[in-house]
Structures are given as C-alpha cells and as structure tokens.
C-alpha cells in the first residue's frame, strides 16, 4: 500500500474511523485505540489524532497529546541551569505513537512524530510547555525516539525528551 502523507490526513479522533483491525503489534496500543481513545477524547484526558487513507476510514496510525508536569531535577544539569527554579515545569506528552504493521517503514511514523511535534510547537505559543515528553513502552519504542534527537530523563531512561526550544528551531 502506498500512503498518502498529508498533513490533511491526520485528524482527531471520530466515532467514523475504522479502529477495529488496527493491529501495531503491541495489544496495549491496539486494546488503546479500539476501546479507550474514543473515550480519552470525549473526557478531554488526552487529544487522539489518527492518520487514515482519503475515502478510507480504517486507521493506519495513531497517536496522542497531553498536558503534563515534569519535577525539573530530573532534566540534565546543563539546561537544569538555563531556567528558572520552578521545581516543576509544564510539558506536553506524546503518550502513545503507532503505526499499523501494514503500513510500516514508509515515513508513516515519522509524519505523525513531526505532525505530534509541530501541534506542540503552535500549542504552547498559547499554554506554554518547554519540552516534549514521550514514554517509550519497549526498547523498538526508544530507539525510534532517540533517532529523532530525544534525550532520555536521568533516573527514568524510558522517558525521553525533546525540548521546545529545540523543536521552535526545528521549524524556523
Ligand atoms: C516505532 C514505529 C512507530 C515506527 O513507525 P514506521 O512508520 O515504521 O517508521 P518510519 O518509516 O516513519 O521510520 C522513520 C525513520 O525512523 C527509523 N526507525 C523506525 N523504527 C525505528 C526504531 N525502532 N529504532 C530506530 N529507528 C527507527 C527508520 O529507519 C527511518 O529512518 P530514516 O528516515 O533515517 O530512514 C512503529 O514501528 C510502531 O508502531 N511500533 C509499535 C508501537 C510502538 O512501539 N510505538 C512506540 C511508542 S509507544
């Protein structure tokens, strides 16, 4: 299958898409979008974005945004240093990403990371966050992450960051 990558192909989640035979070979992510998401969305406890193919409604990737805190000593010393002691700070957490394993290793995961990274971006000019955070589930999760430049947290190193500031440049 050859995808469409279009940023117009990338909405939140609606009781019309397809999530029955999503399939990322993760049960937890799959039971997510097929059971919970819906719900997440309506309670307002996290934004699901899914990516589908025009005029098909079967969900091919997902993902999800949250408000969420950081305690500041868990960030490296060097840009612990740059900012004010707040003793916690505001983040945005990119709670789960994934990409049906039928259209895998085609930039699919990688649109929604950047799609994820620039809704942050236009996010926080309006909330403020100063970092990207995501949960890697398993160490496929946290190699893909730290590709893409995410630094991992001192004492949690399945927890990764991206700061805003490095993303701000990443659109300049
Ligand atoms: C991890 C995942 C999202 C990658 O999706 P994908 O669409 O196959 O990846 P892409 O085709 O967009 O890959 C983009 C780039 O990332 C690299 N990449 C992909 N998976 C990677 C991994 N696990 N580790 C390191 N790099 C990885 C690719 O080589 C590619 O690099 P290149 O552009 O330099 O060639 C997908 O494998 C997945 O859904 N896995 C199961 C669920 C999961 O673990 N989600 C993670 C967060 S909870």
């Known amino acids: 299958m050859t995808l469409v990558l279009a940023s117009e192909n990338i909405r939140p989640i609606e009781k019309a898409h397809d999530r029955k035979s999503f ?3 993760n049960e937890a ?5 097929r059971d919970q998401a819906r719900q997440d969305a309506e309670k307002r406890v996290a934004a699901p974005f899914v990516f589908t193919q025009p005029g098909n409604p079967k969900v091919l990737g997902f993902y999800t945004l949250s408000s969420s ?4 000593d868990e960030l490296p010393a060097a840009l612990m240093k740059r900012l004010p002691r707040y003793g916690q700070l505001p983040v945005t957490l990119l709670g789960r990403l994934a990409v049906d394993g039928t ?16 809704r942050s971006l236009e996010a926080s000019q309006q909330i403020a966050a100063m970092a990207l955070i995501v949960e890697a589930k398993n160490e496929q999760a946290e190699s893909f992450y730290r590709h893409f430049d995410f630094q991992p947290f001192q004492q949690t190193p399945m927890r990764l960051f991206l700061s805003m500031a490095e993303i701000a440049k990443m659109f300049a």
């Open 23 to 25: 399939d990322c070979g």
């Open 29 to 33: 992510l799959n039971r997510y979008l």
């Open 69 to 72: 805190i950081i305690v500041m």
């Open 103 to 118: 259209a895998r290793g085609q930039g699919l995961g990688e649109f929604m990371l950047v799609d994820a990274l620039r």
